[in-house]
């Protein structure tokens, strides 16, 4: 038991330490850092890939396309302010603020933590006041969420079949030795 609880109070430190620094960078080299994060997202391990048009233009496509959907979740449209449940957050302590937000995201987007970091950062470096004091103009690009979700059912027939491969592989080294 101690060792789950020393073992998700070190992750909630590095997930706060990695949102607070990512919030000093630019806007610009958080979205790139989004745009890889999105290519990693359901890759298997080892697996090398190249990226068409940059990671910059896939992170800035990403937050273009949640973009409406988080103004909807954390802001009311009316008042253009921070909903009742985000300013009660929000007065309090940085370290909380972040991990609800990232929780939020993650519950909300249906992405992993690394991409849910990232735009947190985005949202703590623009602060929740002026994220909410500016909604999003163009309408969601519907495209991305489903290329990632397309990504993520991909990702897991070939983490499948790579394990299958391994197994083949692992039984022929077995019948060598025993020869």
Known sequence: MKRKISRSLRERKWIIKEVLS?????????????????????????VKFAVKGGYLSGGINFWASI?????????????????AWVTEVVSGDIRNIVLVLVAAVVRK??????VAIYIVALIVKKGMGDFCRRPPIKKPIKLVPKKLHRKKTEMVRLKKRFRKIREKTRKRRRIRRIR
């Open 67 to 83: 973009k409406k959907k988080l103004y909807r979740f954390f802001c009311s449209p009316v008042s253009r302010r921070p909903k």
């Open 22 to 46: 990512l919030s000093q960078k630019s806007e610009r080299e958080i979205l790139r850092e989004l745009g890889y994060a999105l290519k990693c997202e359901y890759t298997a391990r080892g």
């Open 109 to 114: 987007l249906n992405v992993g933590f690394l």
